[in-house]
């Protein structure tokens, strides 16, 4: 890709000063809101908080769509990212309708110039894990970087090379991470004769 040469994992990109104050203060709001969040659900307060402080950090992100099993590992996940290590995960792309799905990929082709070439940055329906609502496209750049090094014991795992933001829930690895794919088109690549 745009990368040079032997630079194969991207370097953090370091966080403005206005996101440094955001986690700050998203840290704070989420202590503040404990003793409410165990009130209303002693057993799951610190991810019950967590989310709702999220929430006001990254009000536009939507978690419906997800299966049971991404949402439950995805929300657990980020209470221990937040807790543990002051880190935020919030979600910029979840569940997509497979007509969303395939407006990106139209978009994608007309962009690239062809479908082979789309298919290196946007699957189309049949084959995305976002419209089977197992995918997750993550920020900020921290936070991505944060679940690579701990989404396993949630079944999270980073998927491709060229997407630092895009995470799965696969359960099935049993915690032992998937082999990086180049990009989304490679599996489709590597089926077709690795053509890409
Ligand atoms: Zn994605």
Redesign the pocket.
């Known amino acids: 890709m745009r990368r040079s040469e032997g630079d194969d994992e991207p370097r953090t990109l370091p966080p403005r000063a206005r996101d440094r104050v955001y986690t700050a203060v998203t840290r704070v709001l989420a202590v503040l809101l404990l003793p409410v969040a165990f009130v209303r659900q002693p057993g799951r307060a610190r991810e019950l908080a967590c989310g709702w402080a999220l929430r006001m950090r990254f009000p536009a992100e939507d978690l419906t769509g997800l299966t049971d099993g991404a949402r439950a590992a995805f929300t657990a996940a980020r209470a221990e990212a937040l807790w543990r290590h002051g880190q935020l995960v919030g979600l910029t792309?979840g569940y997509r309708d497979p007509r969303v799905q395939q407006r990106m990929f139209e978009e994608e082709v007309r962009r690239s110039g062809s479908v082979a070439a789309a298919r290196m940055f946007v699957a189309p329906p049949a084959e995305s894990n976002?419209v089977k609502g197992m995918?997750l496209?993550v920020r900020p750049h921290e936070g991505a970087r944060w679940l690579e090094a701990h989404g396993a014991r949630y079944d999270l795992y980073r998927i491709y090379d060229n997407?630092w933001w895009?995470f799965e829930h696969r359960p099935e690895c049993g915690g032992t991470p998937p082999r990086r794919l180049p990009h989304p088109g490679a599996a489709w690549a590597s089926r077709n004769g690795g053509r890409v």
């Open positions: 792309s976002h995918a496209d997407e895009h």
